[in-house]
């Protein structure tokens, strides 16, 4: 049976989550290897999500270092299951989002598939998201076609949620094309100002949020954003919401306490994707949960209390490990381009048209 392998670095820039699927008639995960971050990289990488001096040759440099972190990763992950290159039909590489414009028609994602294969032997399939920003499309989320084909067989409206960097959903409703979109901000300004204030990467289980209490004027204002207001197709990223977009807001109101700050930032998390599912599948009976933000038992009991008729779970309820669902997504997108599948989804993005999404980098 074909196996792929799908390599995942979200917003969060904690690492890359590499996993091994068997592709058949249905999608199962075979093994999964983490790599994590070096915070030098991790820095660089930052950096280059907004403007500053020699870009070009910058990323040139940063995503040599990432395909590298990669390539180890893969050669690690085959050695644990005494694999050679040559079982695996393809590696599906996402890269590096760096710039998210789809209004201007770019997206970009470093990640240097031709040096990946060359340092694998094992195709590559990448650019996930330009031809559907070419079509007209917003070029994200990409993971609804996925979340279709593996939560799709189940009867009642559902939707699978995750949450990484941004949080997206999807929503799969009986008899309908599947729909999905960006709800905003998931762990990304949570980290943020936790490191600023405590020097942690992330807010762990949400304790420190769960300490804190809901600032209604800071609240308020946050969720003034454009961005809230408009409907589907729609995505987003670091250019919009990020650490300074945070304090330009918190500059003109009066001081609040680190801790509420962060509850404040975890009630925006969830009220943003509790308001866009009431108001895309108002009876939704299952929310599915995956991503990091699955892990946080904070923002796991408020989405629940927000849905009191919507039964709110991980993914792992399911079978499905809440942590791998993104990379083996990107796994299953480099199978649908080698058998010309379209996998984007006009409902989702906008785009003028179902497209392959992909380019190949043969071995």
């Known amino acids: 049976m074909p196996l792929y392998i799908g390599v995942m670095s979200g917003t969060s820039l904690d690492g890359l989550d590499i996993a091994l699927i068997e592709q058949d008639s249905a999608i199962n995960l075979i093994a999964t290897h983490y790599t994590p971050m070096p915070d030098t990289l991790r820095a660089e990488l930052l950096s280059l999500c907004a403007s500053g001096p020699d870009e070009i040759a910058r990323s040139a440099i940063a995503q040599q270092h990432w395909v590298r972190l990669a390539a180890q990763g893969i050669h690690t992950l085959l050695a644990q299951q005494n694999l050679k290159p040559q079982a695996i039909r393809a590696i599906g590489s996402h890269g590096q989002t760096i710039r998210h414009e789809p209004s201007l028609g770019f997206t970009v994602q470093i990640g240097n598939p031709a040096l990946l ?24 989320p990409l993971v609804p ?26 929503l799969i409703e009986t008899g309908k094309p599947v729909a999905g979109f960006d709800c905003g901000p998931g762990n990304v300004l949570l980290d943020a100002w936790i490191h600023l204030q405590r020097g942690e990467n992330f807010d ?9 209490k809901v600032e209604p004027h800071l609240l308020n204002t946050l969720l003034g954003d454009p961005f809230f207001l408009t409907k589907g197709p729609k995505s987003t990223g670091r250019e919009v919401f990020n650490l300074q977009w945070l304090q330009q807001h918190l500059g003109q109101l009066p ?38 933000g699955a892990h946080n038992t904070t923002l796991m009991n408020r989405l629940a209390a927000l849905l009191p008729s919507t039964q709110v779970s991980s993914t792992a309820k399911y079978g499905v490990d809440p942590d791998w669902v993104e990379a083996m997504a990107f796994a299953w997108l480099a199978h649908c381009c080698l058998e010309g599948i379209a996998t984007n989804r006009p409902s989702v993005t906008g785009a003028r048209g179902l497209r392959i999404l992909g380019a190949i980098y043969p071995a």
């Open 117 to 140: 294969t060359e340092l694998t032997g094992i195709t590559v399939v990448s650019d996930f998201r330009s031809r559907d920003v070419a079509a007209g499309g917003q070029g994200a």
């Open 204 to 212: 762990r289980d949400g304790q420190w949020a769960g300490s804190g």
């Open 255 to 292: 001081a609040f306490q680190p801790q509420d700050i962060q509850a404040t930032l975890l009630e925006l998390t969830a009220r943003t994707i509790v308001e866009s599912l009431q108001m895309a599948q108002p009876h939704t009976e299952t929310l599915l949960v995956c991503g990091g």
């Open 145 to 170: 076609a996925f979340h279709e084909a593996l939560f799709g067989e189940r009867t009642g409206n559902r939707a699978v949620l995750n949450v990484g960097g941004f949080s997206n959903l999807s």
